[in-house]
């Protein structure tokens, strides 16, 4: 059972990521806070604190899928290039979940 919620809790991370990414990219400036991620969240039935969202923006910073800026209690994420190839299907990055294809 434990690896049974192993995988969920990997699975949910990853999407999760992918969501930020995908957030960030329907933005003009592809930038927006970790509130505000929060409450996309949630809207993905992914109904976490922000302390992990925090944790799953940082992934993608170390990865070098964003860059981030603190501002106060928030974080606010900007995509950079490498974060838009992995949406555009053009690159992988680990620990984050493959877009669609288009159309699929």
């Known amino acids: 059972m ?17 969501i930020i990414l995908k957030a960030l990219g329907e933005q003009v400036n592809e930038s927006l806070n970790s509130s505000i991620l929060q409450q996309v969240l949630t809207t993905f039935a992914i109904n976490m604190e922000r302390p992990w969202v925090h944790q799953q ?8 899928a964003v860059a981030v800026v603190p501002a ?3 974080k606010i994420a900007t995509l950079t290039e490498l974060g838009r190839r992995h949406i555009d299907r053009l690159t992988a990055i680990e620990g984050v979940k493959r877009p669609s294809r288009p159309g699929a």
Do not use: K, S
């Open 2 to 18: 434990t690896e049974l919620a192993t995988d969920f809790q990997r699975i949910m991370r990853e999407e999760a990521r992918l």
């Open 57 to 64: 923006i940082e992934y993608l910073e170390t990865m070098g």
């Open 72 to 74: 106060g209690t928030v």
